[in-house]
């Protein structure tokens, strides 16, 4: 269900066949990428039928980038059609022009000259034949940033899809019935939604999906609906609690809370709890593993030293824990989290490098460091990479170090992430002024706020004559983070 219109599993078959013949008609070949720059919206689960049946790869672009990081992942993944709503047609018929796209299709609205809609193209190929998917073809192809600055295509397969799905039949996610309504809240760009779509998709409930997170959207939906789970990350749980609409009887079907993404404070935890009627179930994964590996069970979440943890591995996935000289860690001793399992991505988009770096027989190194504790309970100690996660989102400090040194009142800069009330972790930078230069916070927030999405930008910026180096000349976050903290 999207926007009170609703789409029977039997419709959405018989759409996705015409998306499907739609996009061998328009001339796409097996492995052809399929752009999508909207939010979110039930055409998502269409297309993604649809590329099922034409063995293309459907490809969502956040759409809170800026307009240079839209077009960097869409030159990157060779989009051949772009689907975009009205919100984003201007851009996304800049960007097609610039990178050589043939076809944008507008999902809502009245089409420009030149601007196809979907409504009517996707009735243009129903007499095609279609193709029958291999496991191993990529569905799905998700951009996620790396320490190099450069996003990278984590291409998930239909084999990845159904491993991720097929928790539900074990009961680590909750009970799942055809009777249950899911809410999805959270942007469908991220695999994270996706894979909460993925349990009820697979177990034939229903999906409730709202165009973008409003809490009072949210509240009002969730109790018209009587929605019985929600897939959320901590910084949603937040504002929903602290919300002055928010009341408990307003989910007084809800039975399961799925949340990840970023850590969450005991404080908050304790708080949902209290509050949010249902089972608490915990997810530690990431795109690379479509966010499956480790799971919280709600029993779990009744126990206070097992709270602290990120749970145990979910059925069929091993965990195992290194040295850096890759021999295992002992029980409690840290160490780097490597994951094995159906659900790990095939490999980076063009990235044959570094897909052999971080998947070594058959293993994905994850590039976190955890221990796990006698009872197979993983907990996370620190990040080999200085990944922040600010409301469950990535941001890589190195992309926004890339812009912030080009200023010509930046010296030297650092970006690290710091302790958040809201959103988990905050982004601050670090500068070292230029000689001469009176330093001004604000200006240079507003700088990034012009060339970056405005989600990594930081929130505040420091001064300092020099940043703290090892030997080598590396910058010493964790002393930077140790200072800044507080």
């Known amino acids: 269900m999207f926007q009170d219109k609703t789409t029977s599993y039997r419709a959405l078959a018989e759409i996705g066949a015409n998306v499907g013949a739609a996009l061998i008609a328009t001339g796409l070949s097996a492995n052809d990428h399929v752009g999508l720059l909207a939010k979110n919206t039930d055409a998502y689960f269409e297309l993604l039928a649809g590329c099922s049946q034409a063995r293309c790869v459907l490809t969502p672009v956040n759409w809170r980038l800026a307009p240079d990081e839209v077009c960097f992942i869409l030159k990157?993944?060779?989009?051949?059609?772009?689907f975009t709503s009205a919100e984003y047609l201007e851009i996304a018929i800049g960007l097609a022009a610039e990178i050589g796209i043939k076809r944008v299709i507008l999902l809502d609205g009245e089409p420009p000259e030149g601007v196809e809609a979907y409504l009517s193209w996707r009735e243009t190929g129903t007499d095609v034949s279609l193709a029958t998917p291999n496991a191993d073809d990529v569905l799905l192809q998700i951009y996620s940033s790396g320490t190099t600055g450069s996003p990278k295509g984590v291409e998930l397969t239909h084999a990845n899809f159904l491993a991720a799905a097929d928790q539900i039949r074990y009961g680590m996610v909750g009970r799942w019935e055809p009777e249950d309504r899911l809410l999805i809240a959270l942007p469908l760009f991220h695999a994270g939604a996706l894979l909460t779509a993925s349990y009820a998709l697979l177990a034939g409930a229903k999906c409730v999906v709202l165009r973008d997170a409003s809490i009072d959207v949210l509240l009002e939906t969730a109790e018209r609906h009587q929605v019985t789970k929600v897939g959320f990350v901590p910084a949603l749980i937040q504002l929903l609690i602290d919300h002055p609409e928010f009341r408990a009887d307003r989910f007084s079907h809800l039975d399961t809370v799925i949340y990840g993404g970023s850590a969450i404070t005991p404080t908050l935890l304790q708080r949902a709890l209290a509050v949010l009627p249902g089972e608490f179930v915990q997810l530690f994964g990431s795109s690379e593993t479509m966010t499956a590996g480790t799971v919280l069970t709600g029993a779990d979440h009744l126990i206070a030293e097992r709270v602290v943890t990120c749970g145990r591995a979910m059925q069929?996935?091993?965990?195992?824990?290194i040295r850096a000289d890759g021999s295992?860690?002992?029980?409690?001793?840290?160490?780097?989290?490597l994951v094995r399992s159906a659900t790990v991505m095939k490999g980076y988009w063009r990235r044959p490098e570094q897909t052999r770096e971080v998947i070594v027989d058959g293993w994905y190194h994850t590039g976190d460091v955890g221990s796990l504790d006698a009872h197979g309970y993983l907990t996370i100690r620190d990040r080999v990479r200085d990944l922040v996660i600010s409301g469950g989102e990535n941001i890589y400090p190195v992309e926004i170090e890339n812009v912030l040194i080009q200023h010509p009142e930046v010296a030297d800069c650092a970006v690290i992430g710091v302790p958040d009330t809201r959103w988990g972790e905050a982004v601050k930078a670090i500068v070292v002024p230029a000689p001469g230069v009176e330093p001004g916070g604000d200006r240079l927030i507003a700088y990034l706020q012009e060339r970056i999405a405005r989600y990594k930008c930081p929130r505040s910026v420091a001064f300092i004559e020099a940043l703290p180096r090892n030997a080598t000349g590396k910058v010493l976050k964790r002393v930077l983070r140790e200072t800044y903290s507080e």
């Open 328 to 337: 295992d860690a002992d029980t409690d001793e840290p160490g780097e989290i």
């Open 316 to 321: 069929g996935i091993d965990i195992r824990i």
């Open 76 to 82: 990157d993944a060779e989009v051949k059609v772009l």
